[in-house]
């Protein structure tokens, strides 16, 4: 085994066995050990403290190691004699707490990395309005949103403020409060329950066929099972037992419209009305015209309301040249 068996300080003074042969000793060489234990390390006390000693090392057969492992400035690592650990350490260096010089240095355990909690999501309406501006605020969270309402002027005034925690999912049913309020500003009233689609069981399905087959109609069904007249015709639609159900099929038709008056009554009055103008037509409606005739005697003449000579006067006279100007003087 190759040890430290002798080292030159500093001041040129050699300490250890420098001049002893061991038997099976090898050819010595020679490193340099940095020795300068810190205030509360072991060996802060020898008079070889701070200083950088000159080690001869050499391989030795005999059973002269003592315990500590010496990392040399060259980066090999060998132990020393039972002598040479007590000159440096003293002569109770089996009871320090020493195994290695330089002592090991434990990394101290890194701390877990502290993680900023991500900030909750925020999400924001804007509404502006007659100089009032409103912004309605929703910060996500686990036991639901937590809700603010403010409001400011032009001037950037607070003029109102709400805020509060809601459970999650009843945003939606506290708007259909506020829109209630507007729609009722003046009266207090019950929001009626939204509807929600309502499934049907095998058990219905069969029972409206079974009844439909006894003759029985949807009006009948639809109050036996608690359902609508049109939710009972779509299902015997879809079993393939009725036509599929019109538009307002639960309603009476209504009764035919009677127009307020035929062409025959119009015609009464107006001969010609709602018929088609001839070419000929058209000629002699722009001579007369031309000739200064009114819109009552063309009625009169044409057997035509007003509006139908008037439209076919645009139509049949021509643009009226714009007046030359004035010749300069």
């Known amino acids: 085994m190759a040890l430290i068996y ?17 038997r099976g000793m090898g050819r010595a060489t020679y490193a340099t050990l940095t020795f300068r234990p810190g205030p509360a390390d072991p060996g802060a006390d020898s008079s070889f403290a701070g200083q950088t000693l000159r080690v001869a090392v050499a391989s030795i057969d005999e059973q002269v190691a003592g315990e500590i492992a010496y990392r040399l400035d060259n980066g090999t690592v060998h132990y020393a004699t039972d002598e040479v650990d007590e000159l440096l350490f003293g002569i109770d260096v089996h009871r320090l707490p020493i195994s290695s010089w330089p002592p090991v240095v434990h990394d101290p355990v ?11 999501p ?20 686990v036991d639901g949103p937590t809700v603010e309402v403010t409001g400011a002027d032009n001037e950037g005034q607070l003029i109102a403020q709400l805020a509060g925690h809601l459970p999650g999912g009843d945003l939606a049913l506290v708007a259909r409060v506020f829109l209630a309020a507007a729609a009722n500003p003046g009266a207090s009233t019950r929001v ?6 309502r499934s049907w069981s095998e058990q219905e399905t069969a029972y409206v066929a079974s009844r ?14 608690g359902r609508t007249t049109n939710s009972i015709r779509y299902k015997l639609h879809g079993l393939g037992l009725a036509q599929f159900p019109g538009p307002n099929t639960s309603r009476p038709p209504a009764p035919p419209r009677t127009p307020a008056y035929t062409m025959e009554d119009l015609r009464q009055v107006h001969p010609n009305s709602h018929r088609p103008w001839e070419p000929e037509d058209d000629k002699r409606l722009a001579r007369r015209a031309a000739e200064g005739a009114s819109i009552s005697e063309l009625m009169e003449e044409f057997g035509r309301n007003h509006g139908a000579i008037t439209s076919r006067l645009a139509r049949v006279q021509p ?3 714009p007046s030359p100007p004035p010749a300069a003087p």
């Open 122 to 141: 925020v999400l924001s309406w804007e509404v502006s309005d007659a100089g009032r501006h409103y912004t309605l605020a929703l910060t996500t969270g």
């Open 192 to 197: 009626p329950a939204a509807r929600h689609p």
């Open 110 to 120: 890194p701390a877990a990395p502290t993680t900023t909690p991500a900030a909750p």
């Open 319 to 321: 643009p009226v040249a």
């Open 6 to 22: 002798a080292f030159e300080d500093e001041d040129g003074g050699w300490h250890g066995n420098p001049g002893r042969t061991f």
């Open 212 to 225: 439909h087959r006894d003759g029985a109609d949807a009006e009948a069904i639809a109050v036996e099972l």
